[in-house]
């Protein structure tokens, strides 16, 4: 079993960067494809960014953070990053990151699911 731990989130101000990391626990990290996804309390999960297996080497992003975000993977500390660049208000979430067989933009796909991070922007 994978278990998935959020950290790096707390509160920046508009136009600044964050750094929010995921560490897995458990065998196998290499093997799975790895999400971010954020949710605001009361709305529905938002797909944010995701990254295959392996080497990373295929990356999406929702069109709200693409050219602002940036996910990577460090297999050999079993880490997920997503680096949080030029953030607005609309960034303000519980991030959560999750493992699966392949990199979709569908949370349901994902077998694996951390407890969330809080980023909080102000203006």
């Known amino acids: 079993q994978v278990q998935l731990v959020e950290s790096g989130g707390g509160l920046v101000q508009g136009g600044g960067s964050l750094r929010v990391l995921c560490t897995a626990s458990g065998p196998n990290f290499r093997d799975y494809a790895m999400a971010w996804f954020r949710q605001i309390p009361g709305k529905e999960r938002e797909f944010v960014s995701a990254?295959?297996?392996?080497?990373?080497?295929?990356?999406d992003y929702a069109d709200s953070v693409k050219g602002r975000f940036t996910i990577a993977r460090d297999n050999a500390q079993n880490m997920l990053s997503l680096q949080m660049n030029d953030v607005n208000l609309g960034d303000t979430a519980i991030y959560y990151c999750?493992?699966?067989?392949?990199?979709?933009?569908?949370?349901?796909?994902?077998?694996?699911w951390g407890q969330g991070t809080q980023v909080t922007v102000s203006l």
């Open positions: 999750a493992a699966g067989i392949t990199p979709t933009r569908v949370g349901s796909a994902y077998d694996y």
């Open positions: 990254i295959n297996g392996g080497r990373g080497q295929y990356t």
